[in-house]
Each structure stands twice: as structure tokens, then as C-alpha cells.
């Protein structure tokens, strides 16, 4: 390490060394044993309704995945952009032209950001001093930056349905979809995961709950994962019954999902009454809440539980 430290000294950019020599103390921290995977650039969200201006960090509009440029001089609706890696400009020689209509401010997670909610439409089924909800449409990192203005230390239960990240495309990560031909799918998984997390453990009570399902996919590196994220918390594992004939696929068929149920200090269930386990199995109508999984002896049966009105984070 001592060599690399040198090394790192005579870069002659100030920026790009104090970067460098920051990963390389984080290096020297690292864990003997635990979760370890390649924590991923941050990811970035395009911003349509900010007005293009010298400086800013932009993408194209028609086109996927994350190639950025910095707007150098915009004259008579043509803005001069250099492309960037990291943020940080590669070389003079790598400008293009482009209409500024053709460009879309992008931020990186990380950089400040101020987000607001502007009210759709409004479904009114039930009466005034009756239960009422919101649906917020966001991208769930900033959807959960805001509700932390209001709402840190004051959630009862977070309940996250993440991409399974199956392989098949189903998520993306930067612009980009994310699929089995991609070497670094798991760990691009994580830290898009660990980024949340951080932010839905700030919003709990100290007697709340958080509830992340998954599949066999990615199920032992979240299990590692919350471990390592919510230490002081009772984590259990509960199964998922969703398809009793199995689902068929590569080798076994599967018959099962799973829900990490994390119970802060103040909610472990040994506090749930006595009577909590001493349904019996059979006919009867199904519990709601989480405390309904624990009533069926850690397993969740899909078909017998009631509707529920679940939040996508």
C-alpha cells in the first residue's frame, strides 16, 4: 500500500488524486470476511424540466445508458459538450455540437437535489375522517430523500418489493438494463440496494418493521447484506408459498419466494400477545399485517392472504 500511496502523490490533478487516494483508504478497511462487491459509480436520474445551461451535466435524450457530456458554450440553440467520464472531462479534443433541444440535465445520486411533489389527481372513495394514502410516482431514491423532511424516525413499517434481478432484463441500473450477460449484475444490484436502504433505515421508528421480499436470485446476498446494514436488529427469513405444484425452470422446480422481516429494537415479536401463535391450521379467515406470517409458522401461503395495499419503494 505504501507504493500505491506514492504513486497516488505525483498525480498532478488535485481532483482526480484526492478521488483515488480516497478509495484506496477504503480499501485498506476492508472486512476479512463479509459482503464485498464492487461499490458502482452513482447511479444518475435525468431532470427534463431544468433548463439546459453552460456547466451542467447532460445526456441525450434519445438515447439509453449513461454517456454524459458537459455543456461548454451554448450559442443560438447550439450547445459545445465534452464528453465525461466520472464527471470529470477526459480530453480537449472530445467535443461534439448538439441542438439543446436534443439535451437533458442529468444528476449524479449524490449531488444536491431538492424534491418535490406536484399533485396529480386526487381518488376519493370513502369518508373524510376515514384512512387515506399516497402513491408517489418517483424514482424510489428520491422519492425516500423526500419523505425524509418529514417522516425520518416516523414509519411503522417499510415494506420493499426490489427487482428480483432475474437476469432477464427487468431492471436498469444508470439508463442501462441490466441482464445475464452483464459480469457485474450482482454487484450493481447491490449497491443500488444498499443506497435505499440507507436511506428506509433513517425512516423507521424505533419500533418498526422492514420487510424485503426476493427470490433465490439474489436472496443469500441480501441476506448478507441487511446483516451487515441493520446489525442491531432481529432479522428472520420467512418462505413464501407461491406456487404449491412448483414453477418450472432450470433444475428443481421452485415452489417458494422469501421475506426478510428486520425488527428494530422495540418490535421484536416475542412482545406480540401470547395468543398470536395459537391459531390453528385450517379453514379461517387469514390474519392481516405482518403479523400474519408469523401466525402461519414462517410460511407465507400467496393464495390465503387477504388483498393488501402494499408501497413499491
Known sequence: MAKIEDLIGQIPNERLRKAIAGEVKALKRTKKFGLVFEEHLPETVRLPRLPVREGELVALKREAGNRLWRVG??????????????????????????????????????????????????????????????LINADNFHALQLLLYCYEDQVDVIYIDPPYNTGARDWKYNNDYVDKSDSFRHSKWLSMMKKRLVLAKRLLKPSGVMIVTIDENEVHHLAVLLEEM????LRQMVTIS???????????????????????GDARPSRLPDDLFSIQEGPQ??????????????VWYREKRKNLCQTRL
Not at 74 to 94: H, Y
Not at 244 to 263: I, K, M, N, Q, T
Open 285 to 298: 379467515e387469514a390474519p392481516t399485517g405482518w403479523e400474519s406470517l408469523l401466525r402461519r409458522g414462517n
Open 242 to 264: 407461491i406456487n404449491p405444484s412448483g414453477v418450472s425452470g432450470d433444475g428443481l422446480s421452485r415452489v417458494e419466494e422469501h421475506a426478510f422481516f428486520c425488527f428494530c
Open 73 to 134: 458554450n451554448i450559442l443560438k440553440g447550439v450547445a459545445q459538450c465534452q464528453k465525461v467520464i466520472d464527471n470529470s472531462p477526459l480530453t480537449e479534443d472530445l467535443t461534439e455540437e448538439f441542438l439543446v433541444t436534443d439535451l437533458v440535465v442529468v444528476r449524479s445520486f449524490g449531488d444536491p437535489i431538492y424534491p418535490a411533489l406536484v399533485p396529480i389527481d386526487r381518488v376519493g372513495r370513502g369518508e373524510r375522517d376515514k384512512p387515506w394514502h399516497i
Open 230 to 233: 441493520l446489525p442491531s436488529f
